[in-house]
């Protein structure tokens, strides 16, 4: 069936965009990104009838937030969506992208269109039921550095468990290298958590890193879980959206993923182009089906603002039809003395990421870690 035979339903999608320039020259790149970002062909050549009526897009609001930027809405046929993430990030940004001054600002879609999105597999309710903590925010742990044995990352990660941290999982850095092959790694530090939890009465769930083309990748999460690991840590700039989608949709190995923002940076870092936080760091991630979106905290060395993290916990957490929410995080050379910032900013449904900071006193970790969940409970209303 070609396009001009397709009955539309006469569902769209809202992509929202931000523009650069005066009016005359935004409103000339929206109109085109109705075509750019479908049939991209000249105007000339687009038949009449379905293709011209239906399938281009259409620029439904266009106003200037000042003289040099305007916003513009279109909206697109979800008959042009087929619930995968690279459709989705083909159609909402796919040759957009190739221009400066276009930023994606906010994706809108139709319940219809979400039923067909991955989503998260837990979502915030499933992962404090998994970890049996109803109410306060979470505390997860990172086994670093890079150059660590794997009996080290073990011991490490046998430390963080007895200071009673809910989440340990790799850097992003740790793959399999000959120093700390991933089967090794994997399997000492899965059996260290699971001996401490053993001693703590406490649930944690360790998140290897896999990583690697499919079906490397696949093997890898099929042996982490088969080593005892309770999630996995993906990146997704490094991987794919669709694997990380296909991750959460197998009925095997079946744990909850945690994303990691790795050579995702240049998407967001310009204010002008690129794509804004929320949608970076809190929709795709929740579409692709993320339990946990990881991305830098305001005030640091990053380019990220207050107002963008809020929007990212916004993304994360409002409903979208039947997709479950996913857990916004405060990451970034975490430490105690930013817990009641934090909290005024997410509220309770957020995964505090340590810092080395906790690694101050070697001999202290577990303490250390203690001490830092002692406040979040302290803190929580």
Not at 67 to 91: Q, R
Not at 180 to 196: D, G, K, L, N, Q
Not at 310 to 327: D, N, V, W, Y
Not at 348 to 377: H, K, M, N, W, Y
């Amino acid at each position: 069936m070609t396009a001009d035979q397709l009955r539309f339903s006469g569902q769209r999608f809202t992509v929202e965009y931000h523009l650069q320039g005066s009016a005359a020259d935004a409103r000339r790149r929206a109109d085109l990104l109705c075509i750019d970002q479908t049939v991209e062909a000249a105007d000339h050549v687009i038949p009449p009838g379905p293709i011209r009526n239906e399938l281009l897009g259409r620029v439904e609001q266009f106003e200037g937030l000042d003289d040099e930027v305007h916003a513009a809405s279109l909206t697109f046929p979800i008959e042009l969506l087929d619930g995968t993430m690279s459709t989705l990030l083909h159609m909402s940004f796919g040759m957009a992208s190739l221009q400066g001054g276009v930023r994606l600002v906010n994706l809108i879609l139709p319940d219809v269109a979400l039923t067909r999105m991955a989503g998260p597999r837990l979502g915030i309710a499933g992962l404090r039921a998994q970890l049996e903590v109803p109410a306060r925010p979470l505390v997860c742990a990172v086994l670093k550095p890079l150059g660590l044995s794997p009996d080290a990352l073990a011991t490490l990660a046998y430390e963080f468990a007895l200071g009673g941290v809910d989440l340990i999982k790799d850097d992003q850095s740790l793959g399999d290298h000959p120093f700390c092959p991933f089967e090794e790694r994997v399997s000492r530090c899965a059996e260290a958590i699971t001996s401490a939890s053993k001693e703590t009465g406490r649930t944690c769930l360790y998140a290897p890193h896999v990583f690697g083309p499919w079906p490397k990748l696949l093997e890898r999460a099929t042996l982490a879980k088969s080593a005892g690991a309770g999630a996995l840590l993906i990146c997704p700039g490094l991987t794919g959206y669709d694997a990380v989608a296909t991750l959460s949709r197998l009925s095997a190995p079946c744990l909850p993923l945690i994303l990691h923002p790795d050579f995702l940076g240049s998407h967001y870092v310009s204010p002008d182009s690129g794509i804004a936080p929320a949608v970076l760091f809190g929709l795709l991630p929740r579409f692709a089906g993320a339990d946990v979106s990881i991305y830098p905290t305001y005030g640091l060395t990053y380019p990220i603002t207050h107002t963008d993290c809020r929007g990212i916990a916004q993304a994360c957490r409002t409903r979208l039809g039947m997709l479950s929410s996913t857990f916004p995080t405060a990451a970034g050379r975490m430490n105690a003395s930013r817990i009641d910032e934090m909290m005024a900013l997410y509220g309770s449904d957020v995964v505090f990421i340590l810092g080395s900071d906790i690694r101050r006193e070697p001999t202290q970790i577990r303490d250390a870690c203690r001490t830092f969940r002692r406040l979040i409970e302290t803190a929580h209303p």
